[in-house]
T-cell receptor, first 115, second 113 residues
């Protein structure tokens, strides 16, 4: 069975602090895909990043960075120098290929950046 | 502008009403999805259409009836809903296979009185 755990339900940081959102997943498959989505108060889920199980190269995109560690089944997300606009709920998700298009979402982490 | 358009943005209906939620995309995606999201919860998958055919129904009550008239449109027909069905209903689309990203609409916020 697939499972995605985001142990942090709510995080508050002061603007310009760095913050890391944790994601741990469970799957028996060797091929799978991991995603991060952001959901601001407006409601729309916005895609941030995708990683496949064969690509453990970490990535930096502006103030965002992702750390994929297959050995610990983790796919953590760091925001550097946080801004008020980063306040949102962040979802980690897992997808297996050819499963009828099911995404398994984590429970989400609500991030509040205090000015 | 979002590439997946959902209408209406807000809907209030009584338990005896019949209404529909609509979703449209023009990205050439051949998989379309309905998700239901309650406050402070992750999206829950309801239905998936692949190539205009229903491929997944996550045991959704029959008072929710999906329809995919063509590859760009997805509807969710609502009838005899309950107050607990009040939620944000999200539509998404993607290419059907592989590591495909779901592109979401902004959602339709439904209140059932």
């Amino acid at each position: 069975a697939q499972k995605v755990t985001q142990a942090q339900t709510e995080i508050s940081v002061v603007e310009k602090e760095d913050v890391t959102l944790d994601c741990v997943y469970e799957t028996r498959d060797t091929t799978y895909y991991l995603f991060w989505y952001k959901q601001p108060p407006s409601g729309e889920l916005v895609f941030l990043i995708r990683r496949n199980s064969f690509d453990e190269q970490n990535e930096i995109s502006g103030r965002y960075s992702w750390n994929f560690q297959k050995s610990t089944s983790s796919f953590n997300f760091t925001i550097t120098a946080s801004q008020v606009v980063d306040s949102a709920v962040y979802f980690c998700a897992l997808r297996k290929p050819n499963t009828g298009n099911q995404f398994y979402f984590g429970t989400g982490t609500s991030l509040t950046v205090i000015p | 502008d979002t590439e997946v358009t959902q209408t209406p943005k807000h809907l209030v209906m009584g338990m005896t009403n019949k209404k529909s939620l609509k979703c449209e995309q023009h990205m050439g995606h051949r998989a379309m999805y309905w998700y239901k999201q309650k406050a402070k919860k992750p999206p829950e998958l309801m239905f998936v259409y692949s190539y205009e055919k229903l491929s997944i129904n996550e045991s959704v009550p029959s008072r929710f009836s999906p329809e995919c008239p063509n590859s760009s449109l997805l509807n969710l027909h609502l009838h005899a809903l309950q107050p607990e069905d009040s939620a944000l209903y999200l539509c998404a689309s993607s290419h059907p296979y592989g590591a495909n990203v779901l592109t979401f609409g902004a959602g339709s916020r439904l209140t059932v009185l």
